[in-house]
């Protein structure tokens, strides 16, 4: 996808069947994105972007500091996990491999722990490098697991581990799943928020 600029920002349109306006996000391995319903005139974007300029602004912010603490010469050969509360080991060759290694080695054995203690059983555990989502559950009762939960703090992976075994009961997100959810994290509304917002505590070379 092209990056555009416009109005000082760097953005990336993004073009969707089922929008009916126009809405922003910002996250760190994006940046700006604006997504448009079809057939919306590209012309009418400076507009907006200068309308919402303060909050783009202000969602900027919270962003690029995560990406300038890249080092540009790529990870080091360890890093802090918060979810673990250690520093776990990299090859830098591979980092994104060895990323997905550890978290079979940590994440998985800590899901199983929390699977068996909430009774909800999936058929497997698969760690994934998912682009977006931290985690996701399958028709078939298999949870995926995103590598990069490694660098969030530990009750945003429970959180997560969690929401997604919930989903083994409820499919969807109605009253009934949050419900459901609020028994095994009575603050899983206030990790929802936190969670939208983890993205940035990644860093750059674990995309
Ligand atoms: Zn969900």
New binding site residues.
Partial sequence: MAKEHKGNFEYQIKTHPRAKRVTMRVNAPEGLVIVVPKGFSKDKIAEIIEEKRSWIEKALYRVLPASSREDISGPRENFFSPAFGRNLELDRNDARGSLRLLAVENITPLAWKISGETGLRPEKFTIKNQKSVW???STKNNINLNQKLLFLEPWLVRYVIL??L??LRHRN?SAG?WNFLAELDPRCLSHRKEIKEAQRKVPHWAY
Avoid: A, L, T, V
Wanted: one cysteine or more; aromatic letters at 12%.
């Fill in positions: 985690g996701s559950c929401h997604e919930c989903h997100h799943f």
